[in-house]
Nanobody, 126 residues
């Protein structure tokens, strides 16, 4: 079992930055691939970014590429999402997720992940 807890969300103006953190406990964190997803009101949950256990494979949704950066610190059992140049359309609840062994092709599907955090709200004002 892996427990995940997100933090770092908040209200920011367009063009601003936020850094989300996801702290993991339970199983050996370094065995797990990690993902960030988001869900806006009335919309389906969508993929944002993913990283494998040692950071050698990183993926981004096209909508955030060049603005967001995913990283992890296995010693701290934490994965991060640095979000720059935020836009109002980035407003959503952001979730981190974990899977034992990041899949090669389905890393962007929420069903591929076994554990989820409770989410943190990010609101970008125009």
């Amino acid at each position: 079992q892996v427990q995940l807890g997100e933090s770092g969300g908040g209200l920011v103006q367009a063009g601003g930055s936020l850094r989300l953190s996801c702290a993991a406990s339970g199983r050996t964190f370094s065995n797990y691939g990690m993902g960030w997803f988001r869900q806006a009101p009335g919309k389906e949950r969508e993929f944002v970014a993913a990283i494998n256990w040692r950071g050698s494979r990183i993926y981004y949704a096209d909508s955030v590429k060049g603005r967001f950066t995913i990283s992890r610190d296995n010693a701290q059992n934490t994965v991060y999402l640095q979000m720059n140049s935020l836009k109002p359309e980035d407003t959503a609840v952001y979730y981190c997720a974990a899977v034992r062994g990041l899949p090669n092709s389905d890393y962007d599907r929420s069903v591929s992940y076994d554990y989820w955090g409770q989410g943190t709200q990010v609101t970008v004002s125009s």
